[in-house]
């Protein structure tokens, strides 16, 4: 079983910075596909970036260029650097696992508003 808890969310203003953080527990992690997702009210899920085992990393485009996901396998924590945030990335953001099964964290509030 995996378990994975997200932090660092809050109230930002526009062009400001956040940093989040999903502490994983459980086993797979070196190797799983992590990713973060986000959903704003009113609208569904949507994928905002991933970083696989060898460190390939996709990013949605609507964040590039502005946001940094990276991975600490020692530590099994995943991050995500935020810069430059606006208000359209207003939205609870969600640490994803993916391998062969996958697993999501309860979400953290990022909210961008002046």
């Known amino acids: 079983q995996v378990q994975l808890v997200e932090s660092g969310g809050g109230l930002v203003q526009p062009g400001g910075s956040l940093k989040l953080s999903c502490a994983a527990s459980g086993r797979g992690f070196s190797i799983a596909v992590m990713g973060w997702y986000r959903q704003a009210p009113g609208k569904q899920r949507e994928f905002v970036a991933a970083i696989t085992r060898s460190d390939s990393i996709n990013y949605a485009e609507s964040v590039k260029g502005r946001f940094i996901i990276s991975r600490d396998n020692t530590k099994t924590t995943v991050h995500l650097q935020m810069n430059n945030l606006k208000p359209e990335d207003t939205a609870v953001y969600y640490c994803?696992?993916?391998?062969?099964?996958?697993?999501w964290g309860q979400g953290t509030q990022v909210t961008v508003s002046s």
């Open positions: 994803n696992f993916r391998l062969i099964r996958e697993y």
